[in-house]
């Protein structure tokens, strides 16, 4: 598998060398393990010409990994700005589940490219505290494909964004949005990511608010009940 994805980057630099490639991949985690993630692959405008001249569709070879989802996937046509490609989405009951979703897309060599940048993703769960990690991968054989690194910039860019439930304690930063960390893939280097959450002071949080409302519930009944 490892040779087939240097393959097709290698294709895509002869190819599209003077196009850009996009991918985002979104992930959602819940308390209860269960989630939902999507993962959208984006062509430019010179890239969707090419496809339309060579016989193709606008979307060219990404067809095929619409063609070849299992079953469970959704997919729709997808357009940010000026870059239009596809999105893949499914969701998940347990972590084996994610797991065993992922391990189906790799063992395709059309559905393989939605995860092309990444070399590995987990998700953990102990008590109340949450971890996604893993490595991207490194997507430009300079050697063999003769790309200069400055230029391999403007051929592809990666972003992963990661959800988790509870409040964020790895990476510490001072301002964070809906819960949520997101990481940039250049594709020219093996990069990590790490997310961690905890749902413990939340908890607390919550025994303390159901604690005050059944005494005052306690305390109100009794009340009425002496006011008869």
């Known amino acids: ?17 003077a196009c850009e490639a996009e991918w985002v991949m979104d992930l959602e ?26 016989g193709q569709t606008e979307i060219g070879g990404l067809q095929s990994i619409i063609e070849s989802l299992p079953d469970g996937y959704g997919s729709s046509v997808y357009e940010k700005d000026n870059m239009f ?16 979703q992922l391990d189906v897309l790799l063992n395709n060599e059309n559905t393989s490219l939605l995860l092309l940048p990444i070399q590995e993703i987990k998700i953990e ?9 893993g490595n991207f991968s490194t997507l430009f054989n300079f050697e063999e494909s003769k790309i200069d690194p400055l230029a ?7 972003t992963l964004s990661v959800k988790l439930p509870g409040r964020i304690t ?3 930063l ?6 949520t960390i997101i990481f940039a893939h250049s594709g020219l280097l093996e990069q990590t990511f790490e997310v961690e959450s905890t749902t413990s002071n939340i908890n607390i949080v919550r025994i303390l608010i ?9 305390f109100f009944g009794r009340q009425v009940i002496n006011n008869k």
């Open 1 to 17: 598998m490892k040779n087939y994805r240097n393959i097709v980057i290698i294709f895509l630099c002869i190819f599209f060398s």
């Open 29 to 54: 985690v819940n308390e209860d393990e269960s989630g939902k993630y999507s993962i959208s692959i984006l062509l430019d405008q010179e890239a969707q010409i090419y496809a339309i001249e060579t």
């Open 85 to 100: 490609g596809i999105m893949v989405r499914n969701s998940f009951n347990s972590i084996d589940e994610f797991e065993e």
């Open 125 to 133: 769960i102990a008590d109340d505290d949450y971890l996604v990690s």
């Open 152 to 158: 391999a910039e403007q051929l592809y860019s990666g």
């Open 170 to 172: 790895k990476p510490n």
């Open 174 to 179: 001072e301002e964070i949005n809906d819960n």
């Open 210 to 218: 159901f604690t005050i409302l059944a005494v005052a519930i306690y």
